[in-house]
């Protein structure tokens, strides 16, 4: 229990960081930074606008510790502001669209991923030298140096543009209505196999490669050797003593690599014009949308956090040893 | 004279690195009867334990047995297949493991792991019979059987070790070897845990082979006792006979390093020197070296086993003619 | 792991051997070193890549061996351009990353207390925010050019390291040969200097090769985005054109994908150079391999248990 408050104050600490590091972002740009945005927008822009803008950053005159509180107070509401490129959406509403698919499209791959990639390193690691573990690695390596968003450009091109066996993007069509019918879950798996299958692949790797050392370790352990000299079946050496206890680091690195997954995925969903955090994120940028893209950068953030958090929770449960009241 | 339960004959067992092989066991010959006590003695490094592992076969790479056989109930173990060996592990010889703490599953319960032992040798019709054997065995070995359901990081150190020795007796062996079963226990517990292992021993009928550097606890609980030196043989007796009348230059040596049973003002001294490196031994007689008594021959050949009694044997030079 | 102090027991010789020993080492750094002939001598061996010298989106044919991009510019002069400067600020960041890290780390790990609270707690706040957001506002804010895009992989890119880092001096910290040098009353400088980083050199070496895969592909990806100066040339900047140019829809393959194969190519090889490294540093992987050889001599499968060889050593 202390653990999981214990991480969750952690998680806490960064998110305020988080927060700050978004407040003082506008003020790096090279003089003041309220003329320097606004510079941008002139003549683009209605007083209201601006005026929302500055609000937004809380460039007001007011010292800089009362306009840190005022923007504090702000986020807390969940007010990020309102959109210079959509407004005057407020920022909040258009992120809230695309926050699902983003976690829809991150989080199964990242599931995928994770689930393939240990299962192989585990088989890997058991059939030491087999042509699992010699090549395997290498052209998972390989698959994995690619940019993400790379090999989602060869799959659309290939798969999609070439050979039509998927559609070429968006997260469904336009001849299904929207609900929890079959008939739109079965079009948005479609639309979403290559996005998903494009992450897994470029993932995998990596998942395999940690595992598979750790159990190359487990495997040397002295509760294995005992296990062995039990006379076990090899199944449940493997599984129960092995894999249950090199799954442990794993899950640990689970946590860490989640945002790293996260931001090729952005990346990804680009190119397959997919309608979450990404694409909206990508448009910010070239419209020069602030509002729009810190406030992505927050929901993002604190939605890793969040995932983390739940990791945490998690491995709690799968290792006995944290579960003692310290 | 009954039939030997175990009989090691001429095992050779050699660790294989790139700078070539490094032979940790070089033709060691040790019999065990049926109910025999044998405590295995000796520096860390000289073979002991390499012993205990390859006649189970568990030694991990780079280990290979290279020569000998392991005739166990008159069956050679080092020609056995791999099911073969599995059904034979733990229900005819079990180990209990060095720090034995180190070696249960931090992730399962000890009665998991006593009662998995159980099921996967069929010696359990149901798991809820596995667990009820379970806790009969975790109370053979003086432990509350409300622990089952405990994990072992919470357990004592003690208490561990007595898991391991309750995992060991799960399948009523033959043979139990115990590895160094009390290294990493305080003394008090070690002494608990050895009258423990004595009583199911005199109670149960198992043959032990006990292997520990601590002379002195072995021959307070041994029948008979083998000293080892830089991977060979040089001296096996039975307990008494060797406390009294030690007739290798190194097992003196040994008993003079260890305080006697039974007290006394008698000086302590240890051996000069150190064991040899098994990658380039001495020629010769491998103790030479360290041994005050040494003669020419000693430098030039290797001395073979010597009988001096009926069931007393050392391989020394002096010994003979 | 390596002896103490005097005594590195990876020098630059244990280096090379290891890259010939091993086939994996071998592979990565002959790709490595071709890729650095390109980024030296390969821009004086093409053209003006940014010269329009022919219809746009041409395949590849005999006069332009990778096609022509959107606005009819030579790709493979542009490829070979973009090789130097992404290599060499994929390289240096990797460096600025290591060096920045490592200094956080090994304080943290030696000095313990309450700087190891501290740092830890910054460096753990550091790798739980998603560094490729971050980066990309930073970017968005700071003006356009390499020097935003390679100090923001810096801010965004320490942190792993210094973690490892600082689980390895923890390590070296508690050994004898370093509690001795704080008995004796040596300065913590010169302990750090002298006794602590030269036995994590191949630590470091490892580290600098996987920082520099991480630095060359967020470079990529920013630069793809449009957040570096996309005037110049570089792989990032060349895939941006290429999809700003509707190298999808058009079906223009060529415009992107030799440059994805490049940085791929380049990442797989120091991936591979790393893990040939592994081998090295990790005696326990030699171990097994002698003992494999000796088995396969003998014709004898690896089985689980001990094999039994017959015949004398």
């Known amino acids: 229990m202390r653990f999981i408050l214990k991480r969750l104050g952690f998680y806490v600490l960064a998110a305020w960081a988080a927060l700050t590091l978004n407040f003082f972002l506008p003020r790096l740009m090279p003089g003041d930074p309220a003329t320097a945005i606004f510079a941008r927008f002139r003549g683009q822009l209605r007083p209201?606008?601006?005026?929302?803008?500055?609000?937004?950053?809380?460039?007001?005159?007011?010292?800089?510790?009362?306009?840190?509180?005022?923007?504090?107070?702000?986020?807390?509401?969940?007010?990020?502001?309102?959109?210079?490129?959509?407004?005057?959406?407020?920022?909040?509403?258009?992120?809230?669209?695309?926050?699902?698919?983003?976690?829809?499209?991150?989080?199964?791959?990242?599931?995928?991923?994770?689930?393939?990639?240990?299962?192989?390193?585990?088989?890997?690691?058991?059939?030491?030298?087999?042509?699992?573990d010699k090549l395997l690695p290498p052209a998972l390596a390989l698959l994995g140096a690619f940019p993400y968003f790379w090999l989602a450009m060869v799959a659309l091109y290939v798969l999609g543009f070439q050979l039509g066996w998927f559609p070429l993007g968006h997260a469904y069509g336009d001849d299904v209505t929207p609900g929890l019918n079959a008939e739109f879950l079965a079009d948005v798996l479609r639309h979403a196999a290559l996005p998903i299958g494009t992450v897994v692949l470029a993932t995998l790797g990596g998942w395999m490669l940690s595992m598979r050392n750790t159990m190359v370790a487990v495997l040397g352990s002295d509760y294995v050797n005992l296990a062995r000299a039990k006379g076990l079946p090899p199944a449940r050496?493997?599984?129960?003593?092995?894999?249950?206890?090199?799954?442990?680091?794993?899950?640990?690195?689970?946590?860490?690599?989640?945002?790293?997954?996260?931001?090729?995925?952005?990346?990804?969903?680009?190119?397959?014009?997919?309608?979450?955090?990404?694409y909206l994120l990508?448009?910010?940028?070239?419209?020069?949308?602030?509002?729009?893209?810190?406030?992505?950068?927050?929901?993002?953030?604190l939605a890793v956090l969040g995932a983390n958090w739940l990791v945490d929770i998690a491995y709690l449960w799968l290792d006995p040893r944290t579960r003692e009241a310290s | 004279m009954p039939e030997p339960i175990l009989s090691v004959r001429d095992l050779c067992v050699d660790y294989i690195s790139a700078a070539g092989p490094v032979r940790a066991l070089d033709r060691v010959s040790l019999d065990l009867d049926p109910g025999e006590v044998v405590g295995v003695a000796g520096e860390s490094g000289c073979g002991k334990s390499t012993m205990a592992q390859a006649i189970l076969r568990i030694l991990p790479p780079p280990a290979v047995i290279s020569g000998g056989q392991v005739l166990f109930e008159g069956r050679d173990l080092l020609a056995l297949s791999e099911p073969e060996l599995r059904r034979l592990r733990w229900e005819r010889i079990a180990m209990v493991f060095q720090s034995a703490m180190d070696a249960l599953n931090p992730v399962l319960t000890v009665g998991e792991q006593i009662a998995d032992t159980l099921r996967a040798h069929g010696a359990a019709p149901s798991s809820s019979a596995a667990r009820a054997r379970a806790a009969d065995l975790l109370e053979m070995v003086g432990i509350h059987r409300n622990r089952l359901g405990s994990f072992p990081h919470q357990l004592s150190g003690g208490m561990r070790q007595r898991v391991g020795i309750a995992i060991a007796l799960a399948l009523d062996p033959a043979l139990i070897i115990l590895d160094e079963p009390t290294t990493a226990l305080d003394v008090i517990v070690e002494r608990e845990i050895l009258e423990e292992i004595q009583g199911l021993q005199r109670k149960l009928g198992f043959a032990v082979m006990f292997i520990t550097h601590d002379l002195t606890r072995m021959l307070q609980f041994s029948n008979r006792v083998a000293v080892f030196y830089a991977a060979k043989l040089v001296e096996v007796a039975p307990a008494g006979e060797l406390r009294s009348s030690a007739r290798h230059p190194y097992t003196q040596g040994l008993l003079r390093a260890f305080p006697s049973v039974h007290g006394g003002d008698v000086e302590l001294s240890s051996i000069p020197g150190s064991p040899p490196s098994l990658r380039d031994p001495p020629r010769g007689c491998r103790f030479h070296p360290r041994c005050d008594k040494a003669i020419d021959v000693c430098r030039e050949r290797e001395p073979g086993l010597v009988q001096l009694g009926p069931r007393h044997a050392a391989a020394c030079h002096l010994l003979t003619g | 792991?390596?002896?103490?102090?005097?005594?590195?027991?990876?020098?630059?010789?244990?280096?090379?051997?290891?890259?010939?020993?091993?086939?994996?080492?071998t592979v990565g750094a002959l790709l490595l070193l071709?890729?650095?002939?390109?980024?030296?001598a390969g821009p004086l061996l093409v053209g003006d890549p940014t010269a329009l010298v022919a219809v746009p989106l041409q395949p590849p044919s005999a006069a332009h061996w990778l096609g022509t991009t959107g606005q009819g510019q030579?790709?493979?002069?542009?490829?070979?351009?973009g090789t130097r400067v992404s290599l060499l600020i994929g390289f240096a960041v990797g460096l600025v990353v290591v060096l920045v890290g490592s200094l956080v780390g090994v304080a943290a790990g030696y000095f313990g207390g309450r700087v190891d609270g501290l740092l830890s707690l910054l460096f753990n706040v550091f790798l739980v925010i998603p560094g490729l957001p971050l980066a990309i506002v930073m970017a968005a804010y700071l003006p356009s050019g390499p020097l935003t895009v390679a100090g923001v992989l810096v801010f965004t890119g320490w942190a792993w390291n210094a973690r490892v880092v600082r689980g390895q001096t923890l390590a070296l910290r508690r050994r004898d040969f370093v509690a001795a040098s704080v008995v004796s009353g040596e300065s913590s400088l010169r302990i750090i200097t002298r006794e602590i980083l030269p036995n994590m050199t191949s630590l470091l070496v490892a580290q600098v090769i996987g920082s520099s895969v991480y630095a060359i592909g967020a470079l990529v990806g920013l630069e793809f985005l449009g957040l570096g100066d996309v005037s110049a040339v570089t792989w990032g900047t060349n895939l941006y054109w290429a999809t700003n140019d509707s190298a999808l829809l058009t079906g223009a393959w060529w415009t992107y994908v030799p440059t994805g194969l490049c940085v791929a190519l380049v990442g797989f090889g120091l991936v591979m150079l790393n893990s040939g490294f592994d081998e090295i540093t990790n005696p326990r992987l030699?171990?097994?391999?002698?003992?494999?050889?000796?088995?396969?001599?003998?014709?004898?499968?690896?089985?689980?248990?001990?094999?039994?060889?017959?015949?004398?050593?």
Do not use: C, K
């Open chain 1, 237 to 278: 050496v493997v599984l129960r003593y092995a894999a249950r206890n090199a799954l442990l680091p794993s899950v640990t690195g689970f946590g860490m690599a989640l945002g790293f997954v996260l931001g090729g995925s952005l990346l990804t969903e680009i190119i397959f014009s997919y309608p979450g955090q990404g």
């Open chain 1, 48 to 132: 209201e606008a601006m005026q929302a803008l500055r609000e937004a950053f809380g460039l007001t005159d007011q010292p800089l510790v009362a306009q840190y509180l005022t923007y504090l107070g702000h986020v807390l509401r969940g007010d990020f502001g309102v959109s210079v490129a959509y407004f005057p959406s407020p920022v909040s509403s258009i992120i809230g669209t695309g926050l699902i698919w983003t976690i829809f499209l991150a989080g199964t791959a990242v599931i995928v991923s994770f689930a393939i990639g240990t299962l192989l390193g585990v088989a890997a690691a058991w059939w030491r030298n087999g042509w699992m």
């Open chain 3, 74 to 81: 030579d790709v493979l002069a542009q490829t070979v351009v």
């Open chain 1, 282 to 301: 990508v448009q910010a940028v070239r419209s020069q949308d602030y509002p729009l893209m810190q406030g992505i950068f927050l929901v993002i953030t």
């Open chain 3, 34 to 40: 071709f890729f650095a002939l390109v980024a030296a």
């Open chain 3, 1 to 25: 792991m390596s002896a103490p102090s005097g005594g590195r027991s990876t020098g630059a010789r244990a280096w090379l051997e290891a890259i010939r020993r091993d086939r994996r080492a």
């Open chain 3, 286 to 313: 030699q171990m097994e391999r002698a003992w494999r050889a000796h088995l396969q001599a003998a014709g004898q499968p690896a089985s689980r248990s001990t094999p039994v060889v017959a015949g004398h050593a």
